[in-house]
């Protein structure tokens, strides 16, 4: 495995949105996501007490900005 340190829901909504656009470049009909809820390996997108909710957010911008091209 690999860690990722540093993390913060705009990085993660910038890296997400490279993804979508690689996703397609490699013609993959589905881009996956780990984890909404893998806490204990600090693999979650769900809203906690330091960013809330977000992850969800920049996820939601990501998919926007990839839809408008």
Do not use: C, T
């Not at 890296?15 to 589905?30: A, D, F, R, T, V």
């Not at 909404?36 to 969800?56: H, K, M, T, V």
Request: no cysteine; aromatic share 18%.
């Amino acid at each position: 495995g690999f860690v990722i340190s540093r993390s913060n829901p705009k990085k993660f909504g910038k890296h997400i949105e490279k993804m979508l656009w690689k996703s397609e470049q490699l013609g993959n009909e589905y881009l996956f996501l780990n984890a909404w809820n893998e806490w204990s390996e600090g693999a979650y997108i769900e809203p906690d007490q330091r960013y809330g909710f977000g992850y969800l957010k920049e996820l939601k911008k990501s998919i926007i900005r990839y839809e408008n091209g």
